[in-house]
């Protein structure tokens, strides 16, 4: 697939669970449904679990938004859990597919999207990306002390 293809579909989703964030944040109706803090009360949440909802798709949609495999993984991941707690309470609620189609195809796509950005080595995940040296940031004397190190003129 192309990269701007990708980038976009990347961005969309972005959209999209910002957009759901905000409306976890909104006081009442918003124009796609009812107040999410009178469902999360007939789904027998807290009313606290919205914003922490609403914060978890905040923070995973910006990290689908950066052009970075890892961070596209973590954001990815994120919302798998958010989305199979979704899932879960759907199908606890017995709430009609009619209303509840859009949460496991999302997930499909959020697993589809890990797998396309499941790093090497988990590790990786965890590791600041090496920098060149000539990247700004990097120390010349450094390269210089570890090229004599290695051998390398």
Excluded: Q
């Excluded at 997930?107 to 060149?132: E, H, K, Q, S, Y």
């Amino acid at each position: 697939m192309s990269k701007r293809l990708m980038t976009g579909l990347y961005w969309f989703l972005a959209l999209e669970f910002t957009l759901g964030a905000v409306t976890k944040f909104w006081p009442g109706d918003t124009m796609f449904s009812s107040a999410y803090s009178t469902k999360f009360a007939d789904w027998g949440y807290p009313p606290w679990m919205r914003f922490a909802v609403g914060a978890l798709e905040g923070i995973a949609a910006v990290l689908l938004a950066i052009p970075d495999r890892r961070t596209r993984f973590l954001g990815a991941t994120t919302l798998m859990f958010v989305l199979t707690g979704a899932v879960t309470t759907h199908i606890v609620n017995h709430d009609p597919a009619i209303e509840s189609w859009a949460a496991p195809t999302h997930l499909f796509i959020m697993g589809v999207l890990a797998l396309a950005n499941w790093p090497a080595d988990w590790r990786d995940l965890l590791r600041t990306p090496a920098r060149g040296p000539y990247e700004p940031g990097a120390h010349p004397t450094e390269t210089t002390r570890s090229r004599h190190r290695t051998g390398n003129p």
